[in-house]
T-cell receptor, first 115, second 109 residues
Framework: NAGVTQTPKFQVLKTGQSMTLQCAQDMNHEYMSWYRQDPGMGLRLIHYSVGAGITDQGEVPNGYNVSRSTTEDFPLRLLSAAPSQTSVYFC??????????????FGPGTRLTVL | RKEVEQDPGPFNVPEGATVAFNCTYSNSASQSFFWYRQDCRKEPKLLMSVYSSGNEDGRFTAQLNRASQYISLLIRDSKLSDSATYLC??????????FGKGTHLIIQP
């Protein structure tokens, strides 16, 4: 199993550009999430999905969209990039929900710089 | 806002020593507790879950004190490979996971 994969690993954008960060998992997990990690801060939840066709907002959703058309894929779209979105983005998946104490499996991350 | 607080360190510890760090959480309704390990420029990986009765995995021992709302991690006989950032993670159920900022541990030869 490849686990959770993310592409690209690195990306530089100009302010106002849009792009999609890709995330895929091959573990048949229902739950998938996107986090951002900034220096001096804990991981913060952007959006999450509890199954194909179902998404919801996390703590910091503004400026991002998600969709979940299949169990495997959970892309994150930046609509109009801003310097404040410079961060490391992690996708994660789990077999069950947060309340059940389920292990989160993280992808290797995407390092995004917005100029 | 639910908070998870950790001492950021760094903790500089000689190889073979025992080191312990704590984290405190603000949400008394929290249900699940974890320690994740994150190596430099890598993704977090689960180190261990933390149970009410305390649990041990080799050189690592985790304990939970619900009354005082803190979680601890003890590492015995530390190895150079234990150098990493340790993230305290708390689940409040449907509200998702709250991550601490991490404690940076450096094991020195």
């Amino acid at each position: 199993n490849a686990g959770v994969t993310q592409t690209p690993k690195f990306q530089v954008l100009k302010t106002g550009q849009s792009m999609t960060l890709q995330c895929a998992q091959d573990m048949n997990h229902e739950y998938m999430s996107w986090y951002r990690q900034d220096p001096g801060m804990g991981l913060r939840l952007i959006h999450y999905s509890v199954g194909a066709g179902i998404t919801d907002q996390g703590e910091v959703p503004n400026g991002y969209n998600v969709s979940r058309s299949t169990t495997e894929d959970f892309p994150l779209r930046l609509l109009s990039a801003a310097p404040s979105q410079t961060s490391v983005y992690f996708c994660a998946s789990s077999f069950g929900g947060w309340a059940g104490g389920n292990e989160q499996f993280f992808g290797p991350g995407t390092r995004l710089t917005v100029l | 806002r639910k908070e998870v607080e950790q001492d950021p360190g760094p903790f500089n510890v000689p190889e073979g020593a025992t080191v312990a760090f704590n984290c405190t959480y603000s949400n008394s309704a929290s249900q699940s507790f974890f320690w994740y390990r994150q190596d430099c420029r890598k993704e977090p990986k689960l180190l261990m879950s933390v149970y009410s009765s305390g649990n041990e995995d080799g050189r690592f021992t985790a304990q939970l004190n619900r009354a005082s709302q803190y979680i601890s991690l003890l590492i015995r006989d530390s190895k150079l490979s234990d150098s990493a950032t340790y993230l305290c993670v708390v689940s409040g159920g449907a509200d998702g996971l709250t991550f601490g900022k991490g404690t940076h541990l450096i094991i020195q030869p």
